[in-house]
């Protein structure tokens, strides 16, 4: 099991095909809306997830351990950006491309919404160093998939180690 840790002791526990799926989408919206330099760092975490290069059953990471800023300004603009990706994602943005159906893909992005949504980034925990830093931030885009890539961390996207 995968597991992505909200606040309060919440969990979503994901299967490896769950984790799989929850990646994609994810993968689509984040590549979409990324803007801001925290939101290119959300986007190489996200890269990190993808188990065809990590492992299976090895990822997951709690909202608490990532670095949501310097100040309640930026960390409010983290975690808006962070409900904007689920907001578009929950509209099926770019599903249709998915080589498979992702029947519960949707109960996992509304129980993740709201962890999000009740997490207080006041509460993480400094000095984590689960988000990727900066220089290690997702700034290529995969050509052939229209979205952000493993870079630096590998040249491919999610999409591109599935073998779509």
């Known amino acids: 099991m995968n597991e992505f840790e909200g606040g309060d002791g919440r969990w979503l526990s994901l299967t490896n095909g769950g984790t799989a799926v929850f990646?994609?989408?994810?993968t689509f919206a984040v590549s979409e809306l990324a803007r801001e330099p925290w939101d290119f760092r959300f986007a190489a975490l996200l890269s990190l997830q993808n188990q065809n290069v990590m492992g299976r059953g090895v990822v997951g990471f709690g909202l608490a351990e990532l670095d949501w800023g310097d100040s309640p300004q930026e960390a409010a603009a983290a975690k808006d950006f962070l409900l904007r990706v689920l907001d578009l994602a929950l509209t099926h943005h770019r599903w249709e491309e998915l080589t498979y159906e992702p029947p519960r893909v949707e109960g996992y992005l509304r129980t993740y919404r709201s962890m999000v949504e009740d997490f207080d980034p006041a509460t993480a925990r400094a000095g984590e160093e689960v988000l990727p830093g900066?220089?290690?931030?997702?700034?290529?885009?995969?050509?052939?998939?229209?979205?952000?890539?493993?870079?630096?961390?590998?040249?491919?996207?999610?999409?591109?180690?599935?073998?779509?």
């Open 23 to 26: 990646v994609d989408v994810l």
């Open 134 to 164: 900066p220089h290690e931030a997702a700034s290529a885009s995969c050509v052939r998939h229209r979205v952000l890539n493993g870079l630096p961390f590998w040249e491919e996207c999610v999409f591109c180690t599935e073998g779509v």
